[in-house]
């Protein structure tokens, strides 16, 4: 997202056999050697996102950018690999488990985090992000899938949820589960540890998470469990985040790519889309294929609270 800080590099440097020095050459040392950590550590990354598309769908207030992975992100067709640490390491040592929380499903217990612990059979849509041209668009999306009985899930950035906290409330009077799409949209793989667990308990209270770009190791899924929080990804990408153009895809070949996609990625599926894109103006006939082909929707029983089920009530 827009403003996003860039990310501190930590310095790396090498162990020596200690011999003896004359004091004067200990301190010229020392003082290029912090000069030298100075250099390292407070370059900045350039920022992680695109520009938006002046007066397209989605279009930013000034400055505003899409999310877009950085180079080598994971593919978001299938979400979740992860990098670990920074380094490519997990921190916790190994044969060390971390405590278990409350309705937060072991890591290690087989949890489907691209099913999300949906075993109705149900087919749950997912919106991501943020209306960001017109955030009361959240909540007339929400207001249409309930008159359809139908219960979607939110993952709301918090950097601009956090400025409109009726509409989170709204959704989730309407039916819907609202979860964290983090803080400000950052790869949470490329965050140090202090950055991370700041990315992730800034973001909307709750305990359903989605990463962005669904990318999230070990180490991002350790840290959410500690703070209550589950990772949801999906089953079905719509490409919908994709532009052409500069035109993101059009709602016909956003629903198409649904109505195409396997029966194995439609049964207990979860459906990807965006609040900026056209994905919401293809939601009814996604809905009406999917019943059509027998896969039901995930059914809107009335209101919720922030605490998402698991499995989910579907």
Same mark, same amino acid.
């Given at each position: 997202?827009?403003?996003? !800080? @860039? ?9 020596? /056999? &200690?011999?003896?020095?004359?004091? $004067? *050459?200990? +301190? =010229? ?49 299938? !979400? @979740? ?9 997990? /921190? &916790?040592?190994?044969?060390?488990? $971390? *405590?278990? +929380? =409350? ?62 906290? &009726? ?148």
């Amino acid at each position: 997202m827009s403003e996003s !800080p @860039g990310v501190l590099r930590r310095g790396r440097g090498r162990h020596r /056999r &200690r011999k003896r020095v004359p004091l $004067p *050459a200990v +301190v =010229a040392a020392a003082v290029l050697v912090a000069g030298s950590t100075y250099a390292a550590t407070s370059t900045d990354d350039p920022p992680e996102c695109d520009a938006r598309p002046p007066g397209g769908a989605g279009a930013a207030a000034a400055g505003g950018c899409a999310p877009r992975p950085a180079a080598g992100a994971p593919a978001r067709r299938r !979400p @979740g690999g992860g990098h670990g640490a920074p380094d490519g390491t997990a /921190r &916790r040592p190994a044969g060390v488990r $971390p *405590a278990p +929380v =409350a309705g937060v499903p072991d890591p290690d217990s087989g949890y489907d985090r691209e099913r999300c612990g949906n075993t109705s059979g149900r087919v749950l849509l997912s919106l991501d992000d943020w209306p960001y041209d017109d955030p009361e668009r959240a909540v007339r999306i929400g207001a249409q899938l309930q008159s359809q009985g139908v219960r979607a899930a939110f993952f709301l950035i918090n950097k601009y949820a956090s400025q409109y906290p &009726r509409i989170t409330t709204t959704l989730r009077r309407q039916g819907h589960w609202v979860g964290s799409h983090t803080w400000s949209h950052r790869q949470l793989t490329r965050l140090t540890d202090d950055e991370l667990r700041d990315e992730l308990r800034n973001g909307l209270p709750g305990n359903f998470l989605r990463p962005p770009y669904g990318d999230a190791g070990p180490r991002e899924t350790e840290v959410a469990a500690s703070l209550g929080q589950r990772v949801c990804n999906w089953t079905i990408d719509t490409y919908d985040w994709q532009q052409v153009g500069g035109a993101f895809r059009d709602a016909d070949a956003i629903r198409a790519t649904v109505r195409e996609a396997t029966p194995e990625e439609k049964t207990n599926g979860v459906i990807l889309g965006h609040l900026f894109s056209h994905f919401p103006e293809a939601l009814t006939g996604i809905i009406g294929d999917l019943r059509e082909q027998g896969y039901p929707m995930c059914r809107n029983t009335g209101p919720v609270t922030e605490q998402v089920p698991y499995p989910l009530e579907c």
